[in-house]
């Protein structure tokens, strides 16, 4: 029996058969978040470099996640998960590899940088693998039933790593020395790897494959939502202590642990509300949480009201990605589920890629404050874009039911 047609099964044996599979999700961004903090220190600090050149060589790795997507995704429904998966630990791996090499190297700068920044694109490519791969393969194990909860026990795995990695390279760093990242990064893609080899892999699904222009193309709509809903996360990651510096603020990093808890717990407490009134009515109300949590950012006369602000913003914030993904994976065939989540995630990487530098344009034009205002009316105009979505699909349904 397919897991597709498995029996109902509570929801913690559910969620029991989901954690071992984005426990790869977790390692995979723990090598990520590691190195993180720490590199652009590196590069700048160490080597001798501008701090422009320290940013691009960490913004590369995005670079990398972009342009593997479709790749991750075709990998994912053809190869099947467990393989996927394990591919992009090995990438990880290899970018520990080359990690450790670049600090050795470093009485040659320029022979540094070049390895770390290949360090760099190699981890992107893991990137795409192992989470596409993760999605996939929670999925084959609890039905296409419970995609909701399984994309949203991945993005805790994928936050939670980065939050607990970066304070971890950190004290690492200062205690032992920077070529040990390099170590623990290899040793932790290792264990994902042997892990993922005692876990029973899932089907491959077989049957129609659509081509990725055509899957990209029916998931563009849900696309564009994402990327407008998560403008708001890439301006407060990016601008907040920026903001609370301006206006003389203390404790900016307590804005981003409330933020970071509040999504955590949405996500814990919430995600079965997707199945439950469909993922188009849950991103309306996501995104109507995040815009007023923005709002409050923009005006916010005191730092306890822009703390509030960040709180409802990372609530609202926390479904955004599920919701959507749910409708728009359900646009395509089984066999087509890896190239329609490739797909659907290349918006985040681009909406976080392009809100950096275009929200530093608003700030320095018209302050800080600004930026916020510019992510709240993404998010309104993703409510809107989520309101017509719904309405569509009502009136599809509505036309399937009369005929």
Avoid at 91 to 98: F, K, M, N, P, Q
Avoid at 191 to 206: K, Q
Wanted: proline share 5%.
């Amino acid at each position: 029996m397919s897991a597709d047609s498995a029996p109902s099964r509570s929801e913690f044996a559910t969620t029991l058969q989901i954690i071992p599979v984005v426990f790869f999700t977790f390692l995979c961004y723990l090598t990520i978040g590691i190195p993180l903090a720490v590199l652009p220190g590196y590069v700048h600090g160490d080597l001798g470099f501008s701090a422009v050149l320290a940013g691009a060589a960490i913004s590369v790795q995005y670079l990398a996640t972009l342009a593997s997507r479709p790749l991750a995704g075709r990998c994912a429904d053809t190869l099947g998960p467990r393989r996927t998966v394990s591919l992009g630990l090995l990438g990880c791996g290899t970018s520990g590899i080359l990690l450790l090499l670049a600090v050795l190297c470093g009485p040659w700068p320029m022979l540094s940088l070049a390895l770390l920044v290949c360090s760099r694109l190699v981890l992107g490519f893991g990137e795409s693998l192992c989470g596409t791969g993760a999605i996939l393969w929670g999925i084959g194990r609890v039905g296409a039933s419970n995609n909701a909860r399984v994309i949203s026990w991945n993005g805790i795995a994928t936050y939670g790593a980065l939050a607990l990695g970066a304070p971890l390279g950190v004290a690492i760093t200062h205690a032992i020395g920077f070529a040990a990242l390099g170590v623990l990064v290899i040793a932790l893609a290792a264990l994902g790897f042997y892990l993922a080899r005692l876990i029973a892999p899932v089907p491959i699904v077989h049957g129609e494959r659509m081509s990725y222009r055509s899957v990209f193309t029916r998931v563009l709509p849900h696309g564009i939502g994402l990327a407008l809903g998560s403008a708001g996360f890439g301006s407060i990651a990016t601008f907040i202590t920026l903001f609370y510096a301006a206006k003389n603020w203390p404790n900016a990093a307590l804005s981003l642990t409330v933020f970071g808890t509040l999504f955590i717990g949405a996500r814990l407490l919430f995600a079965n509300t997707i199945k439950t009134y469909g993922g188009f009515r849950v991103a309306i109300a996501s995104f109507s949480f995040e815009c007023v949590g923005l709002l409050m950012l923009w005006l916010a006369p005191a730092p306890h009201i822009a703390l509030a602000g960040a709180a409802l913003t990372g609530f609202g914030f926390a479904l955004v990605f599920p919701a959507l993904g749910v409708e728009a994976v359900g646009l395509v065939p089984p066999a087509s589920r890896g190239s329609a989540l490739s797909a659907y995630s290349v918006f985040l990487d681009l909406s976080l890629g392009i809100t950096g530098p275009l929200a530093g344009y608003i700030a320095g034009e018209f302050g800080y404050a600004s930026v916020f205002l510019f992510a709240a009316i993404a998010a309104a105009s993703a409510v809107v874009l989520s309101t017509a979505l719904y309405l569509r699909n009502a009136k599809v349904s509505n036309l399937s039911a009369a005929q």
